[in-house]
């Protein structure tokens, strides 16, 4: 059975940082790729980045670019999102998705980051 774990979310100030981390378990081989999602109250999921295992490529949102990193983490299917400069509308839950070949998707609960002074 897979199950995805998302952690780290929390309350920082603008400027702070987080890091949030993700395990997908119950997969027999490695996830075709790990991305990372927020959504706001009121406003739909969108895409904050993403990376393939088979290359290791990224991509990020536009609004995130330069300011939040996603890598691999030290374990088979986990995956870590590095975010620094946090602004308020950064705000939202954050959900990780574990995508199995060739695009069956697993989700998380979700971990709230909360932005604000």
């Known amino acids: 059975q897979v199950q995805v774990v998302e952690s780290g979310g929390g309350l920082v100030q603008p400027g702070g940082s987080l890091r949030l981390s993700c395990a997908a378990s119950?997969?027999?081989?490695?996830?075709?790729?790990m991305s990372w999602f927020r959504q706001a109250p009121g406003k739909e999921r969108e895409l904050v980045a993403a990376?393939?295992?088979?290359?290791?490529?990224?991509i990020y949102a536009d609004s995130v670019k330069g300011r939040f990193t996603i890598s691999r983490g030290n374990g088979m299917n986990t995956v870590v999102l590095q975010m620094i400069s946090l602004k308020p509308e950064d705000t939202g839950m954050y959900y990780c998705?574990?995508?199995?070949?060739?695009?069956?998707?697993?989700w998380g609960q979700g971990t709230q980051v909360t932005v604000s002074s």
């Open positions: 119950g997969f027999t081989r490695t996830a075709y790729t």
């Open positions: 990376i393939t295992s088979t290359t290791g490529t990224t």
């Open positions: 998705k574990a995508v199995r070949w060739p695009s069956t998707e697993y």
